[in-house]
Nanobody
């Protein structure tokens, strides 16, 4: 199995940027598709972005396309979510998650992810 540690959240103003990190330990990081999810207060957890095990393919929720970029460095066992042009509606608790390689194609559902980080809070003020 793999253990995930999220970091990088904080309080920013609208229009600013944040970079979230997801550091993995345990089983080989390259064995997993990595996804980022977020949960706003009182709402369900939603898919934000995903990246395949080798970084060759990335995919995004419509709400963040063009503003967020997911990436990974398998040599450092870390994935990233660069968030630009942040909006108050991006305020949420963000978590990274790992889905075993080859199990699903570009998974966006929570159930496809077996391992989760503890999450990090992002607050965007207007």
């Amino acid at each position: 199995q793999v253990q995930l540690l999220d970091s990088g959240g904080g309080l920013v103003q609208a229009g600013e940027s944040l970079r979230l990190s997801c550091e993995a330990s345990g089983r080989a990081f390259s064995d997993y598709t990595i996804g980022w999810f977020r949960q706003a207060p009182g709402k369900d957890r939603d898919f934000v972005a995903g990246i395949t095990w080798d970084g060759s393919t990335t995919y995004y929720a419509d709400s963040v396309k063009g503003r967020f970029t997911i990436s990974r460095d398998n040599a450092k066992n870390t994935a990233f979510l660069q968030m630009n042009s942040l909006k108050p509606t991006d305020t949420a608790f963000y978590s990274c998650a790992a889905s075993p390689r080859g199990t699903y194609n570009y998974p966006v559902e929570e159930a496809a992810y077996d391992y989760w980080g503890q999450g990090t809070q992002v607050i965007v003020s207007s």
